[in-house]
């Protein structure tokens, strides 16, 4: 396009140059996520073990990710006041494991929705729920989504720039913590 003449025009040549950013962009993450999932699973995940409090880093990573929900007019919240709350993990994987959570919730939500945090303790394991009020997954789809590459028909039609890598990277990251994800959800 550049080459063809799109260079002396500035705003061709910036919406390309815009668009070719984002695209690379993209890659960047896909091979990012791809050459994580396979050290987990070649490797075995290398973790970092320490004790941090999960409410306050759920706070750290909704605040990250407070423009694009602001942008969707989604309120990020928890549903009650938590207490501190130790967990001893890696607390960079399960950063990248709430991002990838929240990222979900926010791009599939639904304008002025909401986005709910929950904490459960029981016999020292700690639940974390994530909660939208967007329209949902079919029930058929549910069992797919931890496969790599694999995008819901609604993710199809309404984001076009995921990559299908988020929940897959987040299951091996929570198992590699001997714990499980789950999703549940109804049209």
């Known amino acids: 396009t550049l080459l063809d003449g799109g260079l002396e025009d500035e705003k061709v040549n910036r919406q390309f140059l815009e668009r070719a950013s984002y695209a690379t962009d993209?890659?960047?993450?896909?091979?990012?996520?791809?050459?994580?999932?396979?050290?987990?699973?070649?490797?075995?995940?290398?973790m970092d073990y320490r004790s941090f409090d999960i409410v306050s880093l759920i706070k750290e990573v909704a605040e990250t990710l407070d423009l694009q929900a602001e942008e969707k007019k989604i309120k990020l919240k928890y549903a009650k006041l938590y207490p501190p709350t130790f967990v001893n993990a890696d607390k960079v994987k399960i950063a990248q494991v709430l991002t990838n959570l929240i990222n979900n919730s926010i791009n599939y939500g639904k304008m002025d929705g909401t986005t709910?945090?929950?904490?459960?303790?029981?016999?020292?394991?700690?639940?974390?729920?994530?909660?939208?009020?967007?329209?949902?997954?079919?029930?058929?789809?549910?069992?797919r989504l931890f496969e790599r590459f694999?995008?819901?028909?609604?993710?199809?039609?309404?984001?076009?720039?995921?990559?299908?890598?988020?929940?897959?990277?987040?299951?091996?990251?929570?198992?590699?913590?001997?714990?499980?994800?789950?999703?549940?959800?109804?049209?």
């Open 26 to 46: 993209r890659m960047v993450g896909i091979v990012e996520d791809l050459d994580q999932i396979t050290k987990l699973e070649v490797d075995g995940l290398k």
């Open 116 to 143: 709910t945090f929950r904490l459960y303790e029981l016999d020292n394991i700690v639940t974390i729920e994530v909660t939208d009020n967007g329209p949902g997954i079919e029930e058929n789809q549910l069992p």
């Open 150 to 187: 694999y995008r819901g028909e609604l993710a199809r039609k309404r984001v076009p720039s995921g990559s299908g890598l988020g929940l897959p990277l987040a299951k091996s990251i929570v198992e590699g913590h001997q714990g499980q994800i789950r999703i549940s959800s109804e049209l």
